[in-house]
């Protein structure tokens, strides 16, 4: 059996890419929203496989793909595939990279990424695994942030909801190591901040404040708030769901006193956690924050097939 090596230009974990690689991701993003009509994927093929359920995710990589010019091949419902009758991740994976050049995955076990990079040669992008890791939202949270706020570096984000269970706000923590922010985490005991992403902000010299209380003080000295859903599909106890889902709701009411550049994001999908009042206030970003998703996979995209835009 051949020996398989991980391409290098897989992307699974934030932790996966330099600063200086998420800055040329930014650079590239800005390039694919100023020129959106580059054919430059033109005999590429990209298979997009979700294990779970997507809107954004999915149709934004596969809008990023044949908007430049390549075509996709995928599903969306593995239930449908033959994984349905028994077959194994690693067969999928290794059938697939029979057929394509990129492989985007999204997969309900952490850590599926990460074992998709060890059978096959072809470079593979997580959509998601788990509760672990989302570094294609990352990159266009950090997009949305650096157009909205200017720069990256000394912010104070605001971190408000399902922080145990969800993937964006780890992948966004461990990024954000490199431009010295302050992080609010705000949540009610059960879905607090996990001990590892805390650790992590001690070890890297990051700033945070824990609260059960989303207070005004809270709202009103923070340049994002960044809101979660509260993952129901993690919970092993529907009842426990029920309990923590409504915690945390944000009302326009809540922003009078908020600064004027500040810039409310959320991943979507969104359930209770940010009212429909919020939505004609200028501070909500959410929409655009999902139309930015179209620009970084794009240089995601192009980043993993070892294709650079500009030349
Ligand atoms: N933000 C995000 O991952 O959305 P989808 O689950 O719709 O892909």
Known sequence: MPIIVMNKNSLVSISDISRDEMLDLLRRARYFEENPDSKILDGKIVATLFFEPSTRTRLSFETAVNRLGGRVIGFSDAATTSSSKGETLKDTIKMVSNYVD?????????????????????????????????????????????????????????????????????????????????????????????????????????KYNETTEFSPEVINSSDIIYMTRVQRERFSDIMEYERVKDRYT??????????PTLRILHPLPRVNEIDRDVDDNPKAYYFEQARNGLFARQAIITRALGIDPEK
């Open 102 to 206: 990129l492989i985007v995955m999204r997969h309900y076990l952490e850590g599926a990424a990460r074992y998709a990079t060890e059978v096959t040669s072809v470079p593979v992008i997580n959509a998601g695994d788990g509760a672990n890791q989302h570094p294609s939202q990352t990159m266009l949270d950090l997009y949305s942030i650096l157009k909205t706020q200017g720069t990256l570096e000394n912010l104070t984000i605001t971190m408000v909801g399902d922080l145990k269970y969800g993937r964006t706000v780890h992948s966004l923590l461990m990024a954000m190591q490199y431009f010295n922010p302050t992080f609010n985490f705000v949540a009610c005991p059960e879905l607090r901040m996990p001990q590892e992403y805390k650790d992590f902000c001690d070890e890297h010299g990051i």
């Open 250 to 259: 944000l009302h326009n009411d809540m922003l009078a006193d908020s600064k």
